[in-house]
């Protein structure tokens, strides 16, 4: 019997030896066309026979024999639900040893691989559809594990559905054409160090890929429970992109751990690749730990995570950590973050600029008119946790200790609770954001709480005054896809208190156009006049805001605001009008006017009053040089105290 079974394999090795396969290449081909349901096809010669294994090999294993096979202009088709090209791989030369033992335990053991003019096109859609794998089983019988691989130029095409991503590389060796596997099995912590370098286009997502990459060994790339050493940069769509780090069982696509620093002139440039709907912003930077682990084999999800981040926006720094859910049912975004400095300018940078298309035409406009495109939203759930030791809302305006937590659940953002301190008070409210019709419906509740007015406006420390503290609450809704479209439909109301205290008289006066009082006060020191209280009550319909009671009460004076500002066309009409509670000489004091916009304000006396006082004291003059001081005399009014209705409740 074992001379029988002894036979029978040196029969077999000498058919090996001395067959003519070519002689066969039809039949074979067209049986492997009908097994792997897809095209097999050698235009050129083939040759199968025995040698010793290559050079390279150490130890005993080195004198077995081994099956040496080569083929000349080798195409395999890929599968019929392929769409990215129909085939897998076209060679114009392919030579390979491997080890039959092996074979009896569905195992390819490829010692040596040489390729010339390989053009490889690889497509996944899910575990069970990778064009590369010739079985629909879960898993298939066959394993395989290659030592080298040996090119001179190597066109590799990746289309990946789950990830949308098609990515194109034109790889070639680094240093020579001998691209042996680094021993990783032996010294994973150790992967080999970049031996193949690749040209890189393509796209991930909506964002094109362009860029230089630096790999290991191609066979780490390949085979099983193998560590794949990566560097690469480029540009993925608009944002400047460094990674560095390994592909932990790339044949399987089970994890990646990188480092990253991306950059870029804002951050809603990272959507295109991302998915994640960001804001429009000044340029940004980020570096980061990035470790991409593939939740189940078996469905599309991917945990990205982002850890211990930092960057800046504009003036702007940022740090964190973030984990981001990208597959079925939907995509979801975690993330805390926190700032020692946010500027809102950095985050809203069309402050002041003109928007197209806008209906009220102006040279210049205050107002942020940056589109949001709320259809973004509904690819994505987000909880974003942030806090930030000073929030810079202009720069003489800043919120300390700023704190809330954004949710983005069904196309509805929002911001609660929001918390902050400001000028020795605090604040709370809360901001929604519907995305769900075609224009984002806004609401905003915010109540104010003990904010000193003299560290409200940092301008007044000049002056040597007391301003009191203001409490206030706002209620505002809107609809529009900018800030400047929802104010422009606001509806609502604004409540503002002022407490008692002090003020500067030369600040008062000078507003007053009391002329004689300030040019005192600026010589002779600056005096203190009580403030006994302030009241403002403004109701917003359809964008218009009405001034329906606004006061400003001291010892000696009650100043009276009244009017409109228009937040759509960002203009204002406003009148001051001063009433004197005392007998004053040598005073112009007459009402004001605030015409304007936003951008281009014009405060001015009323000029019918200056004009009607000017009057009569010109024809005075000409009956008595005593008469003509008549009509700069104010004369007092009996004013009560109380900037009754009282209009702000202060928050508990």
């Excluded at 004198?63 to 202009?73: C, I, K």
């Excluded at 940004?284 to 930092?310: M, N, Q, V």
Aim: proline share 6%; net charge neutral.
């Amino acid at each position: 019997m074992a001379l029988t079974l002894l036979a029978l394999m040196v029969m077999l090795a000498l058919l090996i030896a001395l067959f003519d396969w070519n002689l066969a290449k039809p039949w074979i081909t067209r049986e492997l066309s009908s097994v792997l349901a897809r095209e097999i096809r050698v235009d050129g010669p083939i040759t199968l026979g025995w040698s010793l294994a290559p050079a390279h090999r150490d130890g005993s294993s080195r004198w077995l024999p081994q099956l040496h096979f080569t083929a000349r202009e080798l195409h395999i088709g890929n599968p019929d639900w392929a769409r990215s090209a129909d085939h897998l791989l076209r060679a114009r030369t392919l030579d390979l040893h491997f080890s039959p033992l092996p074979l009896l335990r569905w195992h390819w053991h490829i010692s040596d691989l040489r390729v010339e003019g390989l053009d490889l096109v690889m497509e996944r859609v899910d575990e069970r559809h990778k064009s590369w794998r010739f079985s629909d089983q879960p898993r298939s019988r066959w394993s395989f594990d290659i030592q080298q691989i040996v090119f001179e130029r190597a066109l590799i095409r990746y289309v990946d559905q789950p990830l949308d991503m098609d990515l194109r590389f034109d790889a070639r060796p680094l240093v020579s054409p001998t691209n042996q596997s680094a021993e990783l099995r032996l010294a994973p912590a150790a992967p080999s160090a970049p031996v193949v370098q690749a040209a890189v286009t393509g796209r991930l997502g909506q964002a094109s890929i362009q860029g230089n990459l630096r790999g290991g060994a191609l066979p780490d790339l390949l085979n099983e429970d193998s560590v794949y050493p990566l560097q690469a940069e480029g540009e993925v769509g608009e944002v400047h992109a460094v990674l560095s780090g390994k592909l932990i069982n790339p044949h399987q696509l089970s994890r990646a751990e990188l480092q990253l620093r991306l950059n870029g002139d804002s951050l809603d440039r990272l959507y295109a690749a991302s998915g994640v709907p960001l804001p429009a912003t000044r340029p940004f930077s980020t570096e980061g730990a990035l470790t991409i682990t593939r939740i189940d084999p078996d469905t599309r999800a991917w945990d990205w995570h982002y850890a211990h981040f930092t960057g800046k926006v504009g003036d702007s720094d940022f740090s964190g950590d973030a984990h981001y859910y990208r597959g079925p049912p939907k995509n979801r975004l975690r993330v805390t973050a926190q700032a020692k400095l946010l500027r809102l300018s950095d985050y809203l940078p069309d402050v002041g600029k003109k928007s197209a298309g806008h209906p009220y035409k102006s040279d210049a406009r205050v107002l942020p008119e940056q589109q949001a495109k709320p259809q973004r939203w509904a690819k994505l759930d987000a909880e974003i946790g942030l806090h930030a030791e000073r929030l810079q809302l202009h720069p003489d305006i800043a919120l300390q200790d700023a704190s809330t937590t954004l949710r983005l659940q069904d196309q509805v953002l929002t911001a609660a609770p929001l918390r902050f301190a400001l000028a020795g008070g605090k604040g709370e409210g809360e901001i929604s954001l519907d995305g769900r019709q075609s224009d984002i419906g806004g609401k905003l509740q915010l109540q104010l709480q003990g904010v000193q007015v003299r560290e409200l406006f940092p301008r007044l420390a000049r002056f040597d005054a007391s301003f009191g503290k203001v409490d206030g609450r706002a209620d505002l809704s809107g609809s529009g896809n900018s800030v400047a479209a929802m104010l422009a439909h606001a509806n609502g109301e604004i409540k503002a208190d002022l407490s008692q205290g002090t003020i500067s008289q030369f600040i008062l006066e000078a507003t007053g156009l009391n002329l004689a009082n300030a040019v005192f006060a600026k010589l002779y020191r600056d005096q203190q006049v009580k403030l006994l209280c302030g009241a403002a009550d403004i109701r917003i319909k359809d964008g218009l805001a009405e001034v329906r009671h606004g006061i400003l009460n001291t010892e000696d004076a009650a100043i009276d605001i009244r009017g409109q500002v228009d937040l759509g066309r960002e203009t204002l009409s406003l009148d001051v009008v001063p009433r004197t509670k005392q007998l004053r000489i040598l005073s112009l004091r007459t009402p004001l006017y605030v015409r304007g916009t936003f951008a281009k304000p014009d405060i001015g006396a009323s000029k019918q009053a200056l004009a009607a006082r000017a009057g009569a004291a010109a024809a005075l003059a000409l009956v008595a040089p005593v008469a003509a001081v008549i009509p700069l005399i104010t004369p007092g009014q009996k004013i009560p105290d109380d900037c009754a209705p009282h209009a702000a409740a202060a928050p508990s």
